[in-house]
């Protein structure tokens, strides 16, 4: 039989252990779990939200901006291939790449077997005339006194004007190799067919010419009065981009210069790769400053206005590449809201794309302040 010291402290032992046992109940009951934990990480408590000024979000009729890469290229209606009629060496190179050049300078000298070989044929065919032109006169002579027949008169005449269709023949070829019927020479003066700057040069001095078929052109003469700027509009933006809307062009050459012109041409094919479309803009380049190759940005402002919400740039704050603004939402709360920011207007204002926000809505004037003033009370 157990002692009564050891029944006490059996029955103390036990009543602790239930008492641990139902303390151990209550808190579990008075423990959330996580779903009933409703914390929002975008809604902030501001001790004295008077000390942030608010801004409303307004809405504005806008022309759609859009920017695009390109570069500066010759107008190809005012640009000439020159090429060679004729194979041959060079024996005198007299321009350059990016030289100017008149209408009629010379180009270059070419030795041309070919040259020669069509002097050796209108000369052929120069004799060959002549003698069928005596021959037709006897024959007109003697078929007058009765002592040539008719059939042979008529030879004799055939005979004639199958030598000057010969004889045609051989000037134009001579010609169009760049010889002079004149001054008989084998060496062809290739001239500049119009006034412009050269633009691409393939040959070089003492070089073989091939012949035309097989043979890149010699130069590009270029008139650069005016010229084009060609960018790449990707597809997903082509609707916003209209033929005769405005564009403005900036180059890095001229940073603080800005041209002016208009959409004269959208490519009907888009570039297979690139997913996008040739713009063209057409430029006056009086003054010569504009050369082929240079880089451009194309800003396009569209005719057709659209509805667009709008807020002070200084209420979009970027952080981790993406935009963000505070909306208000009650007496000292505000929410952290993603947008999407596009053009700003010249009196300081953001245009938005996307977003949670409606007109009328109020979000902090300075977004960057206010998030540095929460950062500091945590």
């Excluded at 020669?116 to 002579?141: I, M, N, P």
């Excluded at 999407?340 to 245009?351: I, L, V």
Aim: hydrophobic fraction near 40%; include cysteine.
């Amino acid at each position: 039989m157990m002692n009564k010291p050891h029944h006490r402290t059996a029955i103390s032992l036990l009543l602790s252990l239930l008492l641990l046992a139902v303390a151990c109940s209550d808190n579990t009951k008075a423990a959330p779990t996580k779903a009933e934990v409703t914390l929002d990480p975008d809604l902030y408590n501001v001790d004295h939200p008077e000390l942030f000024k608010l801004a409303k979000v307004e809405t504005r009729e806008l022309p759609t901006v859009l920017t695009a890469n390109g570069s500066v290229t010759p107008d190809v209606n005012r640009t000439i291939h020159v090429t060679s009629q004729g194979s041959g060496r060079v024996v005198d190179l007299r321009v350059k790449l990016g030289d100017s050049v008149t209408k009629g300078q010379a180009l270059l000298s070419i030795y041309s077997a070919d040259l020669a070989g069509a002097f050796s044929d209108y000369q052929k065919a120069v004799a060959d005339e002549h003698l069928a032109k005596k021959g037709l006169e006897r024959a007109e002579l003697l078929n007058s006194h009765g002592a040539l027949a008719q059939k042979d008169l008529e030879v004799a005449q055939d005979t004639e004007d199958k030598a000057k269709v010969d004889l045609q023949n051989a000037e134009h070829h001579l010609r169009l190799l760049g010889g002079d019927p004149a001054h008989p020479d084998s060496v062809i003066e290739l001239r500049a067919p119009v006034a412009g700057t050269i633009v691409e040069q393939n040959v070089a001095g003492f070089e073989g010419i091939k012949s035309l078929d097989n043979s890149p052109n010699l130069f590009t003469i270029a008139d650069l009065s005016e010229v084009w700027v060609v960018c790449d509009v990707y597809e997903n933006d082509l609707g916003d981009v209209q033929v005769g809307d405005p564009a403005d062009i900036s180059l890095n050459a001229y940073p603080n210069k800005l041209y002016h012109g208009a959409v004269a041409d959208i490519s009907r094919v888009l570039d297979p790769n690139l997913r996008s479309a040739k713009v063209r803009i057409v430029l006056v380049n009086s003054d010569g400053a504009l050369r082929p190759n240079m880089y451009a940005v194309a800003t396009f402002r569209s005719r057709k206005l659209q509805s667009r919400l709008v807020v002070p740039a200084t209420a979009v704050m970027r952080l981790h590449d993406k935009d963000w603004v505070f909306r208000k939402e009650g007496q000292n709360q505000f929410r952290k809201i993603e947008v999407r920011s596009a053009n700003a207007t010249p009196d300081g204002f953001q245009e938005l794309r996307d977003g949670a926000l409606k007109s009328g809505d109020e979000v902090a004037a300075n977004a960057l302040e206010l998030s540095s003033a929460m950062a500091e009370s945590k």
